[in-house]
């Protein structure tokens, strides 16, 4: 394998680092999983699965639970860790898919 080839970029690479950049990073990926995203639940009060903010960060607000709570703004680094690993995987299999087509 021509390590080279397989990493230079080209205008379609660039496309696909940034669109599973923003995939990764800005979809709450543990949301995909709640069943209450994908149907109506009666005691359902919400969470987005598309965020504004990356799903490592947790800005500060307040909002409504069992009390009126407030909240600092929060990092995640596991989830840090775990985007950046699935962004890699991610752009290495398109990379691999990308390359074996140009062969």
């Known amino acids: 394998m021509d390590w080279k080839e397989f990493f230079r970029l080209n205008k379609l690479k660039i ?3 940034i669109l599973t950049f923003l995939i990764v990073f800005f979809v709450k990926i543990p949301a995909l999983f709640e069943s209450c995203n994908w149907r109506a639940c009666p005691d359902y009060i919400g969470t987005d699965i598309i965020s504004v903010y990356p799903s490592f ?8 639970g069992i009390a009126y709570i407030c909240w600092e703004a929060s990092w995640s680094i596991p989830m840090l860790v775990f985007d950046i690993v699935i962004w890699t995987i991610l752009n290495l299999i398109i990379f691999s898919v990308i390359y074996k087509l140009k062969k």
């Not at 960060?57 to 409504?64: L, M, N, S, T």
């Open 15 to 17: 496309f696909f680092i």
């Open 57 to 64: 960060y947790r800005p500060a607000g307040c909002g409504w």
